[in-house]
């Protein structure tokens, strides 16, 4: 690939004979070089993650304070008046609905229980918390249920109920101390003590580190991201005249189509090392080996550590990184940068993001030193739960990057949409569609000081069926469709990649 110099020292030797190629009947079949191919695709926007830990199977402990000696029937026509006067009656009312989780009979009995003679403070403040809980008020809940524990150490199912909240707030090493107190008083109750180990299990599950490998056959069908047309045209300016002169390409400067052996893998953690505070580390590693075209074949490896402070509804995570890219099994680029995210999640159906990404690059090949610079992406991510089986999401983003040369600095505002989909154990499918504008700050000196103007749009598609694995391996067929038209032809593009991939996560 030619470098920046060597380009305009060409292009400058082209022009002095340019009005006399005009007179020419036919394009001179002169071997031009383009320019240097823009670099690798634009990074992608920061994709929507779960950050939620599954929660085991709800208990189903005792959570009788007082056990009555038959099942409370209260008749219909109990009013409130009759519930005040007996406090046993209401107790027992009071004990069915929690195990029937009515809670709107809690709530009615619960507006002037507190306030009987004789109340059980214990049943009262256990009631508040569950009310407390079911509102998702989870901070005011855990509170409560800890003050409670402290004042009465031998209330194991509330320590129980503790623990499970903690655990939804993401206070790991909390509710583990709270299991761990349980699990050496081996509960009475066989179906609590199997409970505790279950939680117990997901929490273990929880520090210990996540892999995954992926690896597959895949075809793309322009692998050197270059213009399809087989005529180069550089504009010559003379008296007053602007004439756009044809050059044959070379076959290097055309779209090289190969297979090749493409390749992921990752590992990270995530561990809680105190009420809400998480620290995280991870590697990844992405590539592809091309076959015949291994100019073009490259490799990324990412290296990242970083703090995290999430709750049940909250997260924020400041990570550092750095990553080494390769080319044609030479060092391509570097870089270094920080990633910030913020999430809100103020339903059970949806989730809210927000993230920014800032890298410092560096080309490692110094005839692109005028691409050096740093990238900044900007990003709020939508996503909404439909149904079990069901969602979607939607983003839309801001890439600035920044070049030593001005020319090559641009503003990429883009959007997206997506779903993903599954169909019992027979089809899971994602489709999502990305759609940008692509300004560059400074006119290009190449094409006589003219504006460059790219519009981008991206379909990406991948489909498999849950649960079905080949020697433990889940395949997945992924089809991705780029479309990049110019102002500047010489820069309009289109490249289409599929692949069988095979992953597996441990």
Known sequence: MPSIPTLHRLLSALLAPGLLILGMLGPAQAQVAAPPPPLPAPVRPLEPEQPFLPQPQTPTPS??????????????????????????LTELILNQAMLQEDWDTLRRIMRFYPWMRGVDPILRDYIQG??????????????????????????????????TMLMEDR?????????ALLHQRQLSDPAAQHSVEQYRQALAQQRRWNFRISAGLAYNNNVNSANRDRMLYLPVAAGGWTFWVPFAKGSDALPKSDWGLKYSGGANVERNIGGHHYYTLGADIDGVSY????????????????????????????????????????????????????????????????????LKRKYDDR?????????????????????????????????????TAREYAYRF??????????????LGARLSARYGRQSYDQPYALFLNQERHDRELRLDASLWAPGFTIAGLEPKLNISYLRITSNLPMYARDRTEVSLMFEKRF
Request: net charge negative; charged share 20%; no cysteine.
């Open 171 to 179: 206070q790991f090493e909390r509710s583990n101390a709270e299991l």
């Open 413 to 426: 505002p883009w959007a997206q949409l997506g779903v993903i989909k599954t169909f019992g154990s027979t």
């Open 291 to 358: 076959q015949e075209a291994r100019d073009y074949s490259d490799r990324t490896l990412t290296l990242r550590g970083g703090y995290k402070w999430q709750n049940a509804d909250i997260w924020f995570s400041a990570t550092p990184q750095v990553s080494q890219a390769w080319m044609g099994g030479r060092r391509y680029s570097h870089n270094h940068g920080m990633a910030l995210e913020y999430g809100w999640r103020p339903s059970p159906e949806w989730q809210l993001m927000g993230a920014w990404l800032w």
């Open 367 to 403: 005839d692109y030193a005028a691409y050096d610079g740093h990238l900044d992406i900007l990003s709020l991510t939508a996503v909404r739960t439909l149904s079990p089986s069901l969602l979607a999401f939607g983003s839309l983003g801001l890439q600035r990057e920044s070049t």
């Open 63 to 88: 959570i009788v304070h007082r056990q009555p000696a038959q099942p409370a029937q209260p008749p219909v026509e109990l009013t409130d008046q009759d519930l005040a006067g007996d406090i046993k």
């Open 130 to 163: 569950a009310l407390l809980r079911h509102d998702g008020r989870l901070a005011d809940a855990i509170a409560l249920y800890r003050q409670l524990v402290e004042q009465h150490p031998d209330l194991d199912y509330v320590r129980l109920e503790l623990s």
